[in-house]
T-cell receptor, first 114, second 116 residues
Framework: AQSVTQLDSQVPVFEEAPVELRCNYS??????LFWYVQYPNQGLQLLLK??????LVKGINGFEAEFNKSQTSFHLRKPSVHISDTAEYFC????????????FGRGTSLIVHP | DSGVTQTPKHLITATGQRVTLRCSPR?????VYWYQQSLDQGLQFLIH???????AKGNILERFSAQQFPDLHSELNLSSLELGDSALYFC???????????????FGSGTRLTVV
C-alpha cells in the first residue's frame, strides 16, 4: 500500500518570502500525486496534480510542485507567499491503475506572517 | 462554493445516539466519497459510492453505514456514537468511478460532529 509523509507539521514564513512544503511518498508502482489546500472552516480544494508527463506541475494561486521519482518526492513551492496563503496543505497519493483511493498525508500548516 | 453541499454544518449529540449526515455531490458527478478528519488520525477514507453502488470501503466502523440514492445524494449514518467519533466528516465528489482519483476530488465544507 502507498503512504505519504509530510515532513513538516508547521511552516512559518514571512510575507513575500519563498516557501517549500515537503512531501515524500512510498509506493512500488506508478502513482498519481496531489496537493490540496484547506482554509479555515472549509473543505479541501485541489491545488494541483501530477498524473504523467512533465515533472513540473503548475497549479492555482501561483503554486507549483515537482515530481522527483528517484527521491519519491512531490514538494510544493511558491516563490512569494501572501497572508492569504495561510492554510493547511495536504499531499495525497494514489496508485495509477490500481487502488485508486488517495492516501492523504497528515498536513502541513503554512503560517504567513506580515 | 465548491458545488458539494453537506448538511448539517454542525451537530452536537450524546453518546449512544444515531445521526445522519447528508451530502449532495457537484452537478454531473457520479461518485461520492466520505472521509473522517480528526486531529489524531488525520484524513481517513471511509467509503466510496458510484452511481448508487458501493465501490470501496476504507476504515469504516461497523457502527457506520452509508448509501447513495437515485438522485445521487448520499447519507452517512453513524450509530451508537462514542466520544471518539467526534470529528469533521467530509464528503467529496468526482466525475468518474475508479478513474475519479485521477481527476481529483471536489470536497464539501464538512459536518463537524461533537459527541458529548
Amino acid at each position: 500500500a502507498q503512504s505519504v509523509t509530510q515532513l513538516d507539521s508547521q511552516v512559518p514564513v514571512f510575507e513575500e518570502a519563498p516557501v517549500e512544503l515537503r512531501c515524500n511518498y512510498s509506493s512500488s508502482v506508478s502513482v498519481y500525486l496531489f496537493w490540496y489546500v484547506q482554509y479555515p472552516n472549509q473543505g479541501l480544494q485541489l491545488l494541483l496534480k501530477y498524473l504523467s508527463g512533465s515533472t513540473l506541475v503548475k497549479g492555482i494561486n501561483g503554486f507549483e510542485a515537482e515530481f522527483n521519482k528517484s527521491q519519491t518526492s512531490f514538494h510544493l513551492r511558491k516563490p512569494s507567499v501572501h497572508i492569504s496563503d495561510t492554510a493547511e496543505y495536504f499531499c495525497a497519493v494514489s496508485i495509477s491503475g490500481g487502488s485508486y483511493i488517495p492516501t492523504f498525508g497528515r498536513g502541513t500548516s503554512l503560517i504567513v506572517h506580515p | 462554493d465548491s458545488g458539494v453541499t453537506q448538511t448539517p454544518k454542525h451537530l452536537i449529540t450524546a453518546t449512544g445516539q444515531r445521526v445522519t449526515l447528508r451530502c449532495s455531490p457537484r452537478s454531473g458527478d457520479l461518485s461520492v466519497y466520505w472521509y473522517q478528519q480528526s486531529l489524531d488520525q488525520g484524513l481517513q477514507f471511509l467509503i466510496h459510492y458510484y452511481n448508487g453502488e458501493e465501490r470501496a470501503k476504507g476504515n469504516i466502523l461497523e457502527r457506520f453505514s452509508a448509501q447513495q440514492f437515485p438522485d445521487l445524494h448520499s447519507e452517512l449514518n453513524l450509530s451508537s456514537l462514542e466520544l471518539g467519533d467526534s470529528a469533521l466528516y467530509f464528503c467529496a465528489s468526482s466525475v468518474a468511478g475508479n478513474q475519479g482519483a485521477s481527476y481529483g476530488y471536489t470536497f464539501g465544507s464538512g459536518t463537524r460532529l461533537t459527541v458529548v
